[in-house]
């Protein structure tokens, strides 16, 4: 490698900025792409991580009121109409339908358990939904970034290649730079992908148990009421 040609590369600026300032529109476009899905995954990450904790507090405070050994009209009482919490609607929800199946002499209505585990199970439902909600877009970029970015570094070879051919001119200082720019895009790639799918490991994890501990209150609470169906 002559004196001339290190001269050159010493100028060229390798910056990650200079870099994508370099960059060809679609190679820009790439990895503009790549940094929206790795801004919106993670503040999906911080929103679930939020989510998930306040769940398993509210969970935990419901828990110690249920078992306190407080009757269980009373309680329902003191939720009201508009329980906040997730056990306190799979709880309301099976203690509306349990008052909807008496009748006006406090006789039940046939069927009553089948309803209320249904009720439950519907409320149990739309919490799942809720805390699933956005973990797709976790795998979805965790499967798709490395090949989008892949993307972005095979065209950018390409135009390196083009310009080359143009100038008729290999050496580093011309090859170097547009391979530089081309590389940017895997390794925006990457940086968007890695995160998202460890961390959609962790929070769909977090969320299959919740959604456990929502089931099995509702088997327990179901088993409390089929005694008083069988009383």
Known sequence: MDTETLALAQEIDF??????????????????????????????????????????????IFDRSFWSGEPLDELYEKIGAEPQGASEK???????????????????????????????????ARESERLNKGLSFLATTGSTAPFIGLFGTVWGIKHSFEQIAISQNTNLAVVAPGIAEALLATAAGLVAAIPAVVFYNKLNADSEHIQGNYESFADEFATILSRQLDA
């Not at 190679?27 to 995954?41: A, D, E, N, T, Y």
């Not at 709880?91 to 209505?109: N, T, V, Y």
Request: charge should be positive.
């Open 15 to 60: 910056s990650l900025l200079a870099l994508f300032a370099r960059a060809t529109l679609t190679v820009k476009i790439v990895m503009i792409m790549l940094l929206v899905m790795s801004f919106w995954s993670w503040a999906i990450i911080i929103q679930k991580h939020i989510m998930y904790r306040t769940a398993r507090k509210e969970a935990s």
């Open 90 to 124: 799979v709880f309301s929800s099976g203690m509306l339908e349990w008052r909807r199946s008496h009748k006006q002499d406090g006789a039940l209505i046939a069927g009553a358990q089948a309803r209320i585990d249904r009720a439950m199970d519907v409320a149990i």
